[in-house]
C-alpha cells in the first residue's frame, strides 16, 4: 500500500501551469482539485469544471465554517481550495493536483508537510508577457497586474521542493513527469506495513 501524493503546482499567471496540470491529469491519472474563487469566469470556463465560481459572501461563509485546505488573495480575488475534495482523494489514495499560487502553496506545506512542492518558472519575463498576451484571456489592466505580481511570487521559489523552467514545453513536461515518477518511489510514500 502506498499513500498518494499532493501535487502543489506554482508559478506565475501564464508561465503553463494550466497546460502542464492537464497532461498530469489525462496522462499520469491525477485527480485535479477544482478551486473556489470570486473572479468571474472567462470565455469557455465553466462552473465546476476549471473552478467553482462563487460570491464573496459565499467565499468568506465557506472560509469561516473552515471549509478551505488554503485561501488566498490573488490578483485582488479570492481563491481557496476546498477541503473536503481533497481530503476524501487522499484518503481514497488518488494523486491529486493543487494549482494554486504560493501564498496558498505554502499553507498546504505546512499542513501536509509529505505534499511534494513544483514551482514553474518562464524562460524570460518577456516570454512571460507573450504567453499572458497570446493566451488572450486578459485586459491589459489584468496583464499588468499579473506581470507585477509575477515579480513578488517567485520570491517564494525557495519554498519549493522543485523547479521547472518552461521553456520547451515537452521538455518541461518530461521533467516533471520525472519528478512525479520518482516521488511516487520515494520512501516516505511507502507505509510500513507489509503483507
Ligand atoms: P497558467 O495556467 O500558468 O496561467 P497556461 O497553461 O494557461 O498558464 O499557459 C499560458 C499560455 O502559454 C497558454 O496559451 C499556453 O498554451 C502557453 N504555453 C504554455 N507553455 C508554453 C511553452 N513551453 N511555450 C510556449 N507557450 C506555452
Ligand atoms: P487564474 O485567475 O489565472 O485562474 O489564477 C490566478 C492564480 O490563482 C494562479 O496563480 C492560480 O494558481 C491561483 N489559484 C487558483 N486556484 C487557487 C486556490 O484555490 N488557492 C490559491 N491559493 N491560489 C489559487
Keep these: 500500500m502506498k499513500k498518494p501524493m499532493m501535487l502543489v503546482l506554482s508559478g506565475p499567471s501564464g508561465v503553463g501551469k494550466g497546460t502542464l496540470g492537464k497532461r498530469l491529469i489525462e496522462e499520469e491519472g491525477f485527480g485535479f482539485s477544482v478551486s473556489c474563487t470570486t473572479r468571474g469566469p472567462r470565455p469557455g470556463e465553466k462552473h465546476g469544471v476549471d473552478y467553482l465560481f462563487i460570491t464573496r459572501e459565499e467565499f468568506l461563509s465557506r472560509r469561516a465554517a473552515n471549509g478551505f485546505l488554503e485561501t488566498a488573495t490573488v490578483h485582488d480575488e479570492f481563491y481557496g481550495t476546498p477541503r473536503e475534495p481533497a481530503e476524501r482523494a487522499m484518503a481514497e489514495g488518488r494523486d ?43 485586459t491589459e489592466e489584468k496583464i499588468q497586474k499579473r506581470l507585477h505580481n509575477a515579480r513578488q511570487e517567485v520570491k517564494y521559489l525557495p519554498r519549493y521542493d522543485y523547479c521547472i523552467v518552461n521553456d520547451d514545453l515537452d521538455e518541461a513536461w518530461r521533467e516533471l513527469r520525472g519528478i512525479v515518477r520518482a516521488e511516487r518511489l520515494s520512501t516516505k510514500r511507502f507505509l510500513p506495513e507489509l503483507d
Excluded: K, N
Excluded at 116 to 133: C, H, I, T
Design 96 to 138: 491529486f493536483l493543487l494549482d494554486i499560487d504560493p501564498q496558498g502553496g505554502v499553507q498546504v506545506m505546512e499542513s501536509v508537510p509529505e505534499a511534494v512542492s513544483v514551482f514553474l518558472l518562464p524562460p524570460s519575463w518577456a516570454a512571460l508577457e507573450a504567453r499572458l498576451r497570446g493566451r488572450g484571456t486578459e
